[in-house]
């Protein structure tokens, strides 16, 4: 774990397991590197940069949003693959938020992406590790190496990913009603399950 924090603090980008796939990250509040994982990927500015943190205690460092709605799901599905739509403090680099100020957050269930955002003690940036048009992966074999080669540093030890879907993308609408952005590893009727109404937004 110390290469990675030697070279996210140093402004590099790093690939890192999370709960479902292998992330490309950096430290969130640095917008020069946040700037160099869009350019590595191909990534569109109007898809903004999701986060990782390393527990609920951390959400401060993202936004000063507390809707009830929020806490509850944390509380349910935290730590885990469920990435919220909160608004992001306003000294946050541009590339982390829509053109609403909205950017996703999620506490790894990954022990290691976890610890990595706590020892960094600053959000991560986690969008899959691939690169533009490539399939993201699970495995350390799958990885590009033409992605490593433009990484300062990277975890490929066990625990790995679990694979499967990436992490479900909501928005708080209300007191008890959500929007799921996109479909992912935690599924409508689980979050029915616990209160919400739901609907899906137009792909469109």
Not at 79 to 97: E, M, N, T, W, Y
Request: aromatic letters at 4%; hydrophobic letters at 45%.
């Amino acid at each position: 774990m110390q290469n990675l924090l030697k070279a996210m603090t140093a402004g590099d980008v790093v690939v890192y397991p999370t709960e479902t796939l292998y992330a490309l990250g950096c430290d969130a509040t640095n917008a020069a590197a946040c700037d160099k994982v869009m350019e590595i990927k191909g990534r569109s500015a109007a898809k903004p940069l999701p986060l990782i943190i390393g527990g609920v205690d951390m959400l401060g460092l993202v936004t000063d949003d507390r809707p009830p709605a929020l806490l509850q799901l944390a509380s349910a599905f935290w730590p885990g693959p469920l990435s919220i739509l909160v608004k992001a403090l306003p000294d946050l680099p541009p590339s982390l938020s829509d053109d609403e100020g909205y950017t996703s957050v999620r506490w790894s269930g990954h022990p290691f992406a976890s610890e990595l955002s706590r020892r960094l003690r600053r959000p991560i940036v986690a969008t899959s590790a691939n690169l533009g048009g490539e399939a993201p992966v699970a495995l350390p074999e799958d990885l590009s190496p033409r992605l490593m080669e433009k990484v300062g540093a990277a975890y490929v030890d066990p625990p790995w990913p679990k694979g499967g879907m990436p992490s479900t993308v909501i928005r708080v609408l209300g007191a008890t009603r959500l929007e799921v952005l996109r479909d992912g590893a935690v599924s409508v009727k689980k979050l029915c399950d616990k209160g919400f109404s739901v609907t899906i937004a137009d792909p469109a």
